[in-house]
C-alpha cells in the first residue's frame, strides 16, 4: 500500500532564505509523485508533478523537487522564500494502472515565511 | 474555465438537519472526489466516484452519502449532521495521469 510521509508539520523560514519541505514516499510500483499549495481559505493547487520524465521537477514560483529513488524521497526546494510563499503545502503519491490511479495526500506541512 | 465549483461556500447547520453540497466540474473528468479537511489532520477521503453511475466509499463515509448521475456532477449528502461533521469539504476531479483539480471549499459548521 502507498503511503507518504511529510516530516515537520510547520517550516519557519526567513525571508530570502532557502525553503526545504521534506517527504517520504512507499509506493510498491513506480509511482507519480506531486506537491500542492494551499492557500488560506483556498483549494489545493497543483505546483509539480514527477511522471518520471525527468528526476529535477521544476513547478510554479520558482519551486522545484528531485525524485530520490534511492531515498524514496520527494523533497520540495526554493533558494529564495518569498513572503507570498507562505501557505500549507501538501505531498502526494498516486499509483495504479490502467485508468484509475489511487492519489494519497500527506497531511500537509505549514510553511510561515518570516520577514 | 470554471475548473470545479462547489456551493455552498459556508453553512451553518443545526444538529439533525441534512444538506447537500453541490460540485460541478467542466473538464469531462471521470474521476471525482470528496475529501474532508481538519486542522492538522490533513485530507480525508469521504467518498469517490470513478464515472457516471459508478461510486465508491473512501476512509471516513459513515454520515455522507454521493451520487454521480452525469459526468460532471458529484453531490454530498450529509443526513442527520452532527457537530463531527463540522469540517471543510473538498471536490475535486482527476485526470487519467492523477492530476488533481480542486473546488474552493465548502466551510460547514453543524451546531
Known amino acids: 500500500a502507498q503511503s507518504v510521509t511529510q516530516l515537520g508539520s510547520h517550516v519557519s523560514v526567513s525571508e530570502g532564505a532557502l525553503v526545504l519541505l521534506r517527504c517520504n514516499y512507499s509506493s510498491s510500483v513506480p509511482p507519480y509523485l506531486f506537491w500542492y499549495v494551499q492557500y488560506p481559505n483556498q483549494g489545493l493547487q497543483l505546483l509539480l508533478k514527477y511522471t518520471s520524465a525527468a528526476t529535477l521537477v521544476k513547478g510554479i514560483n520558482g519551486f522545484e523537487a528531485e525524485f530520490k529513488k534511492s531515498e524514496t524521497s520527494f523533497h520540495l526546494t526554493k533558494p529564495s522564500a518569498h513572503m507570498s510563499d507562505a501557505a500549507e503545502y501538501f505531498c502526494?503519491?498516486?499509483?495504479?494502472?490502467?485508468?484509475?490511479?489511487?492519489?494519497?495526500f500527506g497531511i500537509g506541512t505549514k510553511l510561515q515565511v518570516i520577514p | 474555465n470554471a475548473g470545479v465549483t462547489q456551493t455552498p461556500k459556508f453553512r451553518i447547520l443545526k444538529i439533525g438537519q441534512s444538506m447537500t453540497l453541490q460540485c460541478t466540474q467542466d473538464?469531462?473528468?471521470?474521476?471525482m472526489y470528496w475529501y474532508r479537511q481538519d486542522p492538522g489532520m490533513g485530507l480525508k477521503l469521504i467518498y469517490y466516484?470513478?464515472?457516471?453511475?459508478?461510486?465508491d466509499k473512501g476512509e471516513v463515509p459513515n454520515g455522507y452519502n454521493v451520487s454521480r448521475s452525469t459526468t460532471e456532477d458529484f453531490p454530498l449528502r450529509l443526513e442527520l449532521a452532527a457537530p463531527s461533521q463540522t469540517s471543510v469539504y473538498f471536490c475535486?476531479?482527476?485526470?487519467?495521469?492523477?492530476?488533481?483539480?480542486f473546488g474552493q471549499g465548502t466551510r460547514l459548521t453543524v451546531v
Open positions: 466516484s470513478v464515472g457516471a453511475g459508478i461510486t
Open positions: 502526494a503519491v498516486s499509483e495504479g494502472s490502467g485508468g484509475y490511479q489511487k492519489v494519497t
Open positions: 475535486a476531479s482527476q485526470t487519467r495521469t492523477a492530476e488533481a483539480f
Open positions: 473538464m469531462n473528468h471521470n474521476y
